[in-house]
């Protein structure tokens, strides 16, 4: 099978090709097929983009199933929307295969499109090439002028929030490095979460207008969580015990724990900060969402993060995130 058969055959589905106008939604005026495509955005909105690659033995290893490879392609894409509180509508793909395998593309594509359709993400166009396994997703999606969550909002007093849990992704990781062993069960829910991560696109769009900062955890939470401190000038105390983990992260020694929780990375979760006044409103916002959120701390004056225990004792931990110059 040649290039443009396998685009053909596994990425151009009806509605998003070119010449098949009107079937594509208001967004995508024309999808795969030309040079470009052709995008129309929401009067009175604002594009938002973003890019992410997957590259394999750094990304992902090559146990992952085809499926949840094209799914998690596209999930950590929608999650940093998701932390921008932006609605997703047009994805491209640029992948480097090392051979035409059917067993692969037919796997990742369902993956990967099982996805979209359950938010509404078309898949516009991309780039395909032979080489070494490598995925390339860039994402586009809307909010209306002047919405969109950043960085760089939180302020004194505000209330520091995380969706989900943590640190299951990281465990997982380490059950493969061989440095933990689980059993069967517990390994396979731990391996969802690295591998089948959720992103909270419903969130992130209910907390438009509530939240005065958001970020996804994606290197880990002590590291991104730093990225809003430094980006707002502020510093945060965060309290260990009230990070939310799952039962089976929650059995582990203690040392585990705080590197998954702090440190892990691969989580997929919203952090985020909001007015105290309007813890309410938050917890209304994670309803609607059907997400469930935890307060974990909250941001002080004083810059840098201080990870508390459950008596208040400032703990001396030295936070290394992910890095992929570092890791
Ligand atoms: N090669 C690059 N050229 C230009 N900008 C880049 C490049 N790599 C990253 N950036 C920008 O740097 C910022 C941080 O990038 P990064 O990839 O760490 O995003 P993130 O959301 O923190 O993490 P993740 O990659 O897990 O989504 C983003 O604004 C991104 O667009
Ligand atoms: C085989 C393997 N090794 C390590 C990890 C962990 N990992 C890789 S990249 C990353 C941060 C986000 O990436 P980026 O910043 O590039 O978006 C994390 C936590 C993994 N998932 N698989
Ligand atoms: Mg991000």
Redesign the pocket.
């Known amino acids: 099978m040649g290039e443009f058969d396998l685009i053909a055959r596994y990425f151009a589905r009806a509605g998003a090709v070119s010449g098949s106008s009107g079937s594509t939604g208001s967004t995508v005026a024309l999808g795969i097929g030309d040079d470009c495509a052709v995008l129309t955005p929401a009067p009175g909105h604002q594009w938002l983009v973003s890019t ?3 590259v394999e ?5 090559s146990t992952v199933s085809p499926r949840r490879l094209g799914h998690k392609a596209l999930a ?1 894409n929608l999650s940093d929307l998701a932390a921008c509180g932006g609605t997703p509508r047009a994805c491209f793909l640029s992948l480097a295969l090392p051979r035409v395998d059917e067993t692969f593309l037919a796997g990742f594509s369902e993956g990967l499109f099982s996805l979209a359709d359950a938010h509404g993400v078309v898949l516009a166009g991309g780039d395909t090439t032979a080489g070494p396994l490598n995925i390339n997703i860039t994402i586009m999606g809307e909010v209306p002028q002047g919405q969109a969550l950043l960085r760089s909002g939180a302020r004194v007093d505000d209330d520091l929030w995380v969706s989900g849990t943590l640190g299951d ?2 465990l997982a ?1 380490e059950v ?1 490095r061989g440095t933990v062993s689980l059993p069967g069960e517990a390994f396979e829910a731990v391996r969802q979460a ?1 591998e089948l991560p959720q992103p909270r696109v419903a969130l992130g769009r209910a907390l438009r207008g509530l939240a005065t900062s958001a970020i996804d955890v ?3 939470l002590a590291g991104d969580l730093g990225h809003i401190l430094r980006r707002s000038g502020v510093g945060a105390r965060l309290h260990l015990a009230d990070l939310p983990r799952s039962a089976i992260l929650g059995a582990m020694p203690e040392d585990l724990q705080r590197l998954c929780l702090l440190t ?3 989580d997929y979760e919203l952090v985020f900060t909001a007015p105290a006044q309007d813890r309410s409103r938050v917890m209304e916002a994670a309803q609607a969402s059907a997400t469930p959120v935890y307060r974990i701390g909250r941001i002080e004056s004083q810059p840098g993060l201080r990870v508390v225990d459950g008596e208040g004792r400032e703990l001396d931990l030295a936070l290394q995130s ?1 890095d ?1 110059f570092k ?1």
């Open positions: 992410d690659m997957l033995g750094r990304h992902f290893l950590v992704a990281r990781l493969f690295m994606s290197d880990g892990g990375g691969d992910f992929h890791s």
